[in-house]
């Protein structure tokens, strides 16, 4: 499972958090330039006891209850009281604009003023009494909820102290909730669908990251679309793809090469072997260079192939060609008291890649199968339909959970066994770039039957198909 945290999720936190950070530096920052009359800003400008009306507001609602008769009255807390203790000046009204009647315990001064604006329900209004000289508004009057149903409270002269100023920023966040998290959402959303669609290209260049594999070293990652910021993280990958390439370059030379120069002394070592009168190991010496010949000539292949030197678009009649390395095995079993027999459903059976390569599988397998045939068995090599080459041995087999194992390079099931473990990981390179498969399984009555699976490219005419082989 993947842990990492996504990028685009998380630029759109960041916007989300940086949004709201903005929103409240630029409420502090606007009434602090609204405080010194700063051009345009003075729009904005309060005074410092214009923020305390937010808080006088909270301790009058603070304050109401129900006498005894159940009508509503203003009966101060003690906070309240402190502050018309500090600010004798002050005043305080509660208004039920629905019955148009100020609550009891409101200033008279405040009733007479506002008695006829509660009828229309105004909504945060600042105001002057009457008389007062101050130019600047030094009451409002705006709806609060309170337990007691919807009414209007209205502060005039309050003092301003340094907590009025997060009451203040309290006040105004509530009034503007709504708009602020709609402007964040829809800012959210907006910065989601940029985001990605910004990295688009990235997730291209990953997909093609992810197709690379070591056939592939030559290709580099396109850089033209990506962003500048990622740029750099593309160039590096590219360089590294670059010097493992050359790595991957100079080894696949040094196989070839190693592979071209054990033909020939094995080819002579084969001659000899095959000119020698008749011992107990000849046979035993004929497999093993049998063995190292198949595993030399498949090296050799594979390294070419790597490096394009050869090409997998040739026309290749499986049964021609299997049958001339059976010919050529044929001599090899019989000096280990085994037989080979050849079948094929069609007189051809055709595919696409390269000769060579498909020989050199097919002789590894049948030199393993002869390894495994008992002796005085017979190993079946069998051309099926849909261009499938199939080697039954009659051996141990392999057990169903080796049949992945058998694969890998360096594999053997013991350090007994003999060869190298390179002969099947060989093959099946050779195979998956001939877009083919390699695979095997149980033969009926014991052994196993190592198939292979080519790409058909000609269908042979129904009356040239030859009857398949029955077990």
Known sequence: MNMASSLANRVVAYLVVSQFVAFATGWIV???????????????????????????????????????????????????????????????????????QAISGSSPELIAALAGVIKISPTHTHFVLPGDPTLSPRGLVEPVRTPFGRLHAAVYSP??????????????????????VVTALISAGAALFAVRRGLTPLRAIADEAARMDMDMLHRRLPVGEVPAEITPLVDG??????????????????????AHELRTPIAILRARLDNLEELPVKGALLSDASRLQAIVEQLLVAARLT????????????????????????????????MIEFEACAPRAVTRGNRRAIEAVVANLIDNALRAEPSGGVVVVHIGPGATVAVIDHGEGVALAER??????????????????????????LMENMRGKIGVEETPGGGATFKLIFPETADVPEALRLPPRTS
């Open 30 to 100: 606007t009434i602090i330039l609204g405080f010194a009359g700063v051009g345009a800003f003075e729009a904005f400008g309060r005074t410092a006891d214009e923020l305390a009306s937010a808080r006088m507001i909270q301790l009058v609602v603070a304050s109401l209850v129900r006498d005894d008769e159940g009508s509503l009255r203003i009966d101060p807390i003690p906070e309240l009281r402190d502050e018309e203790r500090r600010v004798p000046s002050l005043k305080i009204a509660v208004f039920d604009a629905g019955r148009s």
């Open 237 to 258: 990958i590219n360089i590294a793809l670059e010097r493992l390439a050359a790595g991957a370059a100079r080894t696949r030379r040094y196989t070839a090469n190693a």
């Open 159 to 180: 003092k301003f102290v340094l907590s009025d100023l997060f009451y203040a920023i309290l006040a105004d966040f509530r009034r503007l909730a709504g708009f602020f």
């Open 307 to 338: 490096e394009r030197q050869v090409g997998l678009d040739q026309e290749v009649d499986l049964v021609t060609s299997v049958r001339e390395v059976v010919f050529l095995y044929l001599r090899l079993a019989i000096e280990c008291d085994r």
């Open 404 to 429: 992945e194992m058998i694969f890998e390079p360096f594999w053997r099931k013991s350090e007994a066994t003999p060869g190298t473990g390179l002969g099947l990981a060989i093959a099946k390179e």
